[in-house]
């Protein structure tokens, strides 16, 4: 905690507590005192203490059962005293003081409680920042670090790590914590963001997306030090807690460490972050509201979406309209795993070469529905991590992208060739109701857009070998032969900033999150197309997990019900929801 602290560069650092004398103690003083530490407040205790320290042992990269020193401490009436006494010195002399306890037992004497209670009330406007794993409901008069399983035991239910408790409930809880003590409450939720309960109510902070491998030993002591950081320079607590947010997803990210996160490292985060919505509507679908009688979703209220207005859309191509691409994930698993074993590819051991297989494809399970480039980054990183090419022969990501469109251009070209030889129908790659939407709404004087992150002469191509090139009148955007470094997002921030695109007069509709994200930053309607691409109707519910999480307002799983839809979307009064979902 002390390392988050300092890697965020307050003026001044302060720790308190108690420390035995052995050589976990002297290094951990050390340590404290190269990253500008005031140690001078860690209380020596010499009989029946030993320092806590936590020993985390990992084999190749599998973490192994942690060692832990100092669970069987008994601390002193005089070390209490001594502690008490800095802690009163720290509540006059800093502006925020951070109570932390992790180990069972480590408060052993009732005294220590009482006194460092009366200490809280008499500061009272101090900002007390609490965080206790064994203790929580012992102390008052403090800003409360919390979590939805801690609320729910200081709420008085049984609830055990592990369990899924509903946002509605984890709601009530940090506002009944608010109310039992007029402070702070904030209650981190993992992935999912915090939730923070203060004078002005309550607020949702959404959870972050990350997309590489995490580690997330420490993200709580990172949280509580960028709050206590930001709080002590007089941010609100939701603001606060945004940072704190930022800085989790720093740290989470370091690997086989306690990280910590400073300043530059979150701002690089603020300024690509990519927000987790409604976790808890799509991962139940039991949650779900259709229109009634249709397939479609409304993941909002129908009266908080701006209807009728729609000027322009902008269509994702593969996966929304064409399925030319289904089955990438056959093509990209044997390049990612060619390019991390290099030369070894045809002589390293079973054992090596499983444990390559089974890492990419945790890893493209994890990133479908991604950006391409992003995915080769991560392939980057994945030889880098494995260690057998040597670093001069590693590709940019760029390059590890040209690998992989070669040979999915080989797979797309044999389809359409069997489609110019009438082995194969155009309704084998569109999907079902596409071409008739386009249509409804190009009589409706929408102006229609197609975006893919492909090379604009092989989207353009296909776009008229399957017939509907020509329904595009704002025109086909792809990735041009000369723009190396080109992305699906690159190319939708060129159509909405060439035909200054924005508000609901624009909407998205797109089977993955880089389209919808670019909707809702620009406050457009955003449509996720929950596609299966080898049926080419019905739903494929990752797909919807996805979309809801970044951000759509609506999903289909097809446009069978396309009349219905365009009558939905250019309709001004809400219509009838239902929980029922249709037939599929």
Not at 171 to 198: C, E, M, W
Not at 325 to 334: A, D
Not at 564 to 572: E, G, N, S, Y
Request: aromatic letters at 8%.
């Amino acid at each position: 905690m002390a390392a988050n602290l300092a890697a965020l560069k307050p003026a001044n650092i302060k720790a308190i507590g108690a420390v035995g004398n052995d050589i976990f103690g002297k290094e951990m003083l050390r340590q404290l005192q190269e990253i500008g530490v005031d140690t001078r407040s860690l209380i020596p205790q010499t009989e029946n203490y030993n320092t806590v320290t936590f020993a985390k042992r990992y084999l190749a990269d599998q973490e192994q059962p942690r060692i832990d020193f100092g669970f069987f401490n008994k601390r002193s009436l005089e070390t209490d005293q001594a502690i008490l006494a800095a802690l009163r010195d720290a509540l006059e002399s800093c502006d925020a003081v951070i109570f932390n306890q992790q180990v069972p037992g480590s408060i052993p004497n009732e005294s220590f409680i009482d006194r460092a209670n009366e200490l809280f009330k008499t500061y009272h406007d101090q900002i007390v920042l609490f965080d206790s794993r064994h203790y929580g409901d012992r102390f008052k008069h403090v800003y409360r670090k919390t979590n939805d399983i801690e609320a729910a035991r200081l709420n008085g239910l049984e609830a055990a790590l592990g369990d899924v408790i509903p946002l509605e409930q984890v709601k009530q809880f940090a506002a009944q914590l608010y109310r039992d003590s007029g402070k702070p409450v904030f209650l981190t939720r993992g992935n999912r963001g915090i939730l923070v309960a203060d004078g002005e109510g309550l607020h949702e902070i959404p959870g972050i997306q990350i997309l590489k491998k995490i580690d997330t030993v420490g993200a709580g002591d990172t949280v509580i030090s960028a709050l206590c950081v930001a709080l002590a320079a007089g941010v609100k607590p939701v603001e606060a807690a945004e940072f704190a947010n930022y800085a989790a997803a720093v740290t989470v990210q370091k690997l086989f460490q306690t990280g910590t996160a400073s300043g530059e490292e979150i701002l690089e985060v603020c300024e690509n972050a990519d927000f987790i919505h409604q976790p808890e509507l799509a991962e139940d679908i039991r949650q779900a509201r259709y229109l009634a009688g249709t397939e479609i979703e409304l993941c909002h209220p129908a009266e908080t979406l701006a209807l009728g207005r729609i000027k322009h859309a902008i269509f994702d191509h593969d996966g929304t309209i064409s399925s030319l691409r289904q089955g990438w994930e056959q093509i990209m698993e044997p390049v990612m795993v060619k390019a991390i074993l290099g030369s070894r590819y045809q002589t390293a051991d079973e054992t090596l070469y499983h444990r390559v297989v089974s890492r990419v494809r945790e890893y493209i399970n994890q990133s479908t529905g991604i950006q391409t480039i992003l995915q080769m980054e991560a392939l980057a990183d994945m030889v880098r991590e494995f260690g057998l090419v040597p670093a001069a022969e590693i590709r940019d990501a760029f390059g590890y992208k040209k690998i992989y469109n070669d040979a999915l251009m080989e797979m797309v070209n044999h389809r359409l060739r069997k489609l110019q030889n009438h082995q194969l129908d155009l309704s084998d790659y569109i999907l079902k109701g596409a071409v008739e939407f386009l249509q409804v709404l190009q009589e409706r004087g929408v102006r229609l857009y197609l975006a893919s992150g492909t090379d604009y002469a092989d989207v353009a191509h296909e776009a008229k070998v399957l017939g509907y090139a020509g329904l595009f009148d704002g025109g086909i955007y792809g990735a041009m032969e000369h723009q190396r470094h080109c992305t699906k997002k690159m190319v939708m921030e060129k159509i909405i900033q060439e035909n200054h695109l924005s508000g609901p007069e624009l909407a998205v509709f797109g089977d993955g999150p880089v389209e919808i994200r670019q909707a809702c930053r620009r406050d457009g309607i955003a449509v996720g197309i929950a596609s299966d691409e080898i049926r080419r109707h019905g739903l494929n519910q990752e797909k919807r997990t996805r979309l809801i999480k970044a951000g759509a307002q609506l999903i289909i799983p097809d446009f069978s019900q396309g009349r219905l839809l365009a009558d939905f979307l250019f309709h001004p009064q809400p219509l009838p929801e239902t929980h029922s979902q249709a037939a599929r």
